[in-house]
């Protein structure tokens, strides 16, 4: 049996999923994730990795949906809500999916394909009641799920994990964070990608522990769950604390201070999946009385460095990387840098991928020596802790000779009072190279830039600035709320 189901059964009374002020055990998840599975297999008895693509809205119908297509032998694809047709297709025609789950409101979206591709469609709501539903041995090295890249370069990938490299990204943050049975979690992030999937709900669930769903963001909605007093673990994306902060500071002085009191009880807080501003770290802990356990991961590998759990977190920095995940730096060569240089994070260990869905070159090409994967990342190590200064490709500007952290520029400008946020990119130069410039959202459109860049230049060295800035009224961002640079870039076209 799958892991983290087969350590679901020692939990069955315990609540193991709460939406909509509903209540689910793991004993019910359990039957009817079973159930499902025999849905799903029908007269066969093992789907063999095939390819189940599910459009299902989070809480308990998700859960038991990706738990059934894991017990019946298939490989689940989590699809986008958000996405418009031609994304969701893509995901669809790439993986060659031949099943297809839905909620019931998401049918009229593809039953269309469905019919075209001659996939089988179930819409939720009409499931048959198996019984002794006889399930298939699977073994830890099988495929388990595909989740795809953002595709901020080019068309997104489909990242491949086994069941071995899921259970690796579970346990090492069941230990690392040490989850309990007695915790509780509430769940806002999108379910394609690994922060939702991994870091809250498998976490979870592998502990016994009780997830709750809120299926559309709110301030208002998370901080009134919150005030409940149920919860005391929390993970979020920069741009959700950045946005409870704001609304936090628009209420009454009495809902504040009633607010800080109850966070205050949280026993942990994590934010991940894009850089987390010192500014907005500082103004969080202020409010929260938490200080964020910020942490490093991505598709690919599950997390790789985190903040400790007990000890200091660093503000700015990722932290140390996590037990049984193997950390390198290295230049251009692959070749380890010096202490106190900057390079590439290369990983290995059993939570990093098995494969890019049908893509060997791409997969040959991400991986060097003896399985270490190759992230993209740029970091350096200071005081023992890491800390990211980018992606090579988008966040590593070249300009007149200099390689530049556009993360580090990014990070001095929040700190001015003016600037509520801010995407620094390099566009093509044929002097510099690469030409560094700024798009800023602003709380006063009359702010004079040119005492900007002398406010910065007193901050920073006068080649890390930026020599064009442009002002915009919000930044392009993907479903997990992180900037898509390239549409930065596009702006300045």
Request: glycine fraction near 6%.
């Given at each position: 049996?799958?892991?983290?189901?087969?350590?679901?059964?020692?939990?069955?009374?315990?609540?193991?999923?709460?939406?909509?002020?509903?209540?689910?055990?793991?004993?019910?998840?359990?039957?009817?994730?079973?159930?499902?599975?025999?849905?799903?297999?029908?007269?066969?008895?093992?789907?063999?990795?095939?390819?189940?693509?599910?459009?299902?809205?989070?809480?308990?119908?998700y859960v038991k949906v990706q738990w059934a297509i894991w017990q019946a032998g298939g490989i689940a694809v989590p699809l986008c809500l958000t996405h418009p047709l031609p994304s969701l297709q893509y995901v669809i025609?790439?993986?060659?999916?031949?099943?297809?789950?839905?909620?019931?409101?998401?049918?009229?979206?593809?039953?269309?394909?469905?019919?075209?591709?001659?996939?089988?469609?179930?819409?939720?709501?009409?499931?048959?009641?198996?019984?002794?539903?006889?399930?298939?041995?699977?073994?830890?090295t099988r495929r388990g799920m595909i989740l795809y890249t953002s595709g901020t370069t080019n068309k997104p990938k489909?990242?491949?994990?086994?069941?071995?490299?899921?259970?690796?990204?579970?346990?090492?943050?069941?230990?690392?964070?040490?989850?309990?049975?007695?915790?509780?979690?509430?769940?806002?992030?999108?379910?394609?990608?690994?922060?939702?999937?991994?870091?809250v709900i498998s976490c979870a669930l592998c502990s016994g522990a009780a997830c709750e769903f809120l299926p559309s963001f709110s301030a208002e909605g998370i901080y009134k769950i919150f005030l409940d007093g149920m919860l005391n673990l929390f993970m979020a994306v920069p741009t959700i604390y950045f946005k409870l902060i704001a609304h936090w500071e628009s209420l009454p002085v009495d809902k504040q201070v009633e607010l800080t009191e109850c966070m205050k009880k949280f026993r942990l807080m994590v934010c991940g999946s894009a850089a987390l501003p010192v500014t907005v770290m500082d103004k969080w802990k202020h409010?929260?009385?938490?200080?964020?356990?910020?942490?490093?991961?991505m598709t690919e590998i599950g997390m790789a460095i985190s903040n400790p759990f007990h000890g200091e977190r660093k503000p700015g920095h990722v932290g140390l990387p996590l037990p049984g995940v193997s950390i390198r730096l290295v230049d251009e060569q692959n070749q380890n840098v010096q202490l106190g240089e900057p390079g590439e994070i290369l990983v290995r260990g059993d939570n990093v991928f098995l494969e890019y869905w049908n893509r060997p070159n791409a997969t040959d090409e991400s991986f060097v020596g003896n399985g270490w994967f190759k992230t993209g990342d740029i970091a350096i190590v200071e005081e023992g802790y890491y800390r990211i200064m980018g992606r090579n490709s988008v966040d590593i500007i070249k300009s007149g000779g200099y390689k530049i952290s556009a993360l580090e520029i990014e990070e001095v400008l929040r700190t001015n009072p003016e600037i509520k946020d801010v995407a620094v990119v390099g566009i093509d130069d044929e002097e510099w190279g690469e030409l560094i410039v700024a798009a800023i959202v602003v709380s006063n459109p009359a702010i004079d830039l040119k005492e900007l860049n002398k406010w910065l230049r007193e901050k920073m060295a006068a080649y890390k600035t930026p020599r064009k800035y442009l002002l915009v009224n919000e930044l392009p961002r993907n479903a997990m709320g992180k900037v898509t640079k390239n549409d930065v870039k596009k702006l300045f076209i």
């Open positions: 049996m799958i892991s983290i189901i087969q350590k679901a059964v020692k939990y069955s009374d315990n609540t193991a999923i709460i939406v909509h002020d509903k209540k689910f055990t793991y004993r019910q998840l359990l039957g009817a994730s079973t159930s499902f599975a025999g849905d799903l297999l029908m007269e066969i008895d093992d789907l063999h990795e095939a390819r189940v693509g599910f459009m299902v809205d989070p809480g308990f119908d025609e790439d993986t060659n999916a031949t099943i297809l789950v839905v909620s019931p409101q998401y049918e009229t979206i593809l039953s269309d394909l469905c019919q075209e591709r001659n996939i089988r469609l179930i819409v939720l709501g009409n499931e048959t009641l198996h019984e002794n539903v006889v399930l298939p041995e699977i073994d830890i489909g990242v491949v994990s086994t069941h071995r490299n899921l259970e690796a990204q579970v346990t090492t943050l069941v230990k690392a964070w040490e989850w309990k049975q007695t915790d509780h979690i509430l769940c806002v992030l999108p379910l394609h990608h690994v922060h939702g999937i991994v870091n409010i929260s009385g938490q200080i964020l356990l910020e942490r490093y991961g």
